[in-house]
């Protein structure tokens, strides 16, 4: 898809304003940790490190994971912590969608915690323009064991019935007081063999509460060959019923757990078998959504600068207003600033996915973080780029 012209005008350069929101110290902070993390060995080393480190609870391990990797990828251990963040961003015109980053819980007083904290973080986003969706990773919520049981309800077992139901009690209950608040929720994709609960869960929030307005957003993995007519049959299905669709477009960051397990188990990846083939599926999936606007809430989830471009490029060229709820684009906090900040410099719609919890808890995010981050190409060749430019910039 040509984005070479009119969209070409934003540029992403700036590093001025990208790394606005940073202090001398806090950019040479960024620089180091990113170097650090472009060491594939040290990176493995700290990942066991951390997690062994983080079970222990040793006080003076934790503080320096709080003031490295989670300062850098984190917006605090709770929901007071993150105002901070939020107003940070605000301050640069970039909103927060807050994302409470427990995972693994099984335990019924962890998961309804879990739930709770999600209605508080709706609750603070009520009462603060800078916030306007919460975001539901579904596994949190349920064990994983009954999310792919539950893709045929019909074969159930009771004690995974008891469970599938409490989930939709919770998700339900979520998605109520989001819209009772006026609060967008986004549903987090997961891996393939959960992914069709999720999305039968989806459908059924969507259809009770994007009557009036969008309020529950799905999520569109581009890396799978089958999600751009998924996204289709949902608009049809969605549109028919007089209700907005929600759509977060993403590629996709289970790769090589999918691949993998296709073949243990020997049957057809679900992954698309090129990356080129995911970002035609994913510019095609921004274009749809875009040309139907009216109809559809989406947002564009991503850290590839030209399919930023072209989603700025449609804006242009449907003569959108920038400001336009229904079109959005997110990255993940402590990543991408060259993106997010120059966009809303423009008065794009910008926002960044913040993670949020207790240190120890959200060690497995942190690390999954560092790990995208080795490679000296791509992603992590970028944040290394733009930092040093500016670092040279301000001659620090
Ligand atoms: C705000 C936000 C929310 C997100 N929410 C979710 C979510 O709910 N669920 C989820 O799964 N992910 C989510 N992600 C992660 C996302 O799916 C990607 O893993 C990540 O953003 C990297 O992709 P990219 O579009 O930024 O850029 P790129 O760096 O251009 O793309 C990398 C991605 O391309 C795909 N890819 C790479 N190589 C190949 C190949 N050989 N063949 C086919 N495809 C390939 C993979 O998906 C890989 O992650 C989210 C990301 C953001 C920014």
């Not at 060491?39 to 003076?60: D, P």
């Not at 790769?255 to 993998?260: G, H, L, T």
């Not at 926002?351 to 949020?356: D, F, L, R």
Request: net charge negative; charged share 25%; with cysteine.
């Amino acid at each position: 898809m040509d984005t070479s012209d009119s969209a070409r005008q934003l540029s992403f350069d700036n590093t001025a304003k990208a790394f606005n929101h940073k202090s001398n110290g806090e950019l040479k902070e960024t620089f180091r940790l990113f170097k650090l993390m472009s060491n594939r060995t040290l990176v493995n080393l700290g990942s066991g490190l951390g997690k062994f480190a983080a079970s222990l609870n040793i006080g003076f391990i934790n503080h320096i994971i709080k003031n490295t990797i989670f300062k850098q990828f984190c917006g605090g251990e709770n929901l007071l912590d993150c105002q901070e963040t939020i107003d940070e961003l605000y301050a640069n015109k970039v909103l927060t969608i807050l994302d409470y980053g427990l995972e693994g819980k099984s335990s019924e007083a962890d998961i309804d915690h879990i739930k709770d904290e999600i209605i508080r973080g709706a609750k603070l986003a009520a009462s603060n323009s800078s916030v306007p969706v919460v975001v539901i990773k579904m596994s949190g919520l349920v064990d994983n064991a009954v999310l792919e049981a539950a893709k045929d309800l019909n074969t159930l077992s009771d004690e995974h019935r008891i469970a599938y139901d409490k989930l939709v009690n919770r998700v339900n209950t979520i998605c109520q007081s989001a819209a009772e608040l006026g609060v967008g929720v986004f549903i987090d994709a997961e891996e393939s063999w959960l992914q069709d609960t999720i999305d039968n869960l989806a459908m059924e929030m969507m259809l009770q509460y994007n009557h009036t307005k969008c309020i529950v957003y799905n999520t569109y993995q581009m890396y799978r060959h089958d999600r751009l007519d998924y996204l289709k049959a949902s608009f049809e299905t969605l549109n028919k019923a007089g209700v907005f669709l929600g759509a977060k477009i993403v590629r996709g960051a289970y790769m090589d757990k999918e691949r993998s397990r296709a073949e243990e188990l020997g049957y057809p990846s679900p992954i698309q078998s090129t990356k080129a083939d995911t970002d035609r599926d994913y510019n095609a999936a921004i274009a749809f959504c875009t040309e139907r606007y009216e109809q559809i809430g989406s947002c564009c989830a991503t850290h590839n600068l030209e399919s930023s471009y072209l989603q700025a490029k449609l804006i242009n060229d449907y003569n959108i207003d920038y400001n336009h709820p229904h079109i959005n684009f997110c990255q993940l906090y402590g990543m991408s600033d060259y993106i997010s900040f120059n966009l809303a410099d423009e008065g794009y719609n910008v926002a960044k996915y913040v993670p949020y919890g207790p240190i120890k808890e959200v060690i497995p995010y942190l690390i999954r973080r560092a790990k995208e981050n080795t490679s000296v190409t791509g992603e992590m060749g970028r944040e290394l780029k733009y930092v040093t430019s500016e670092i040279k910039r301000r001659s620090l």
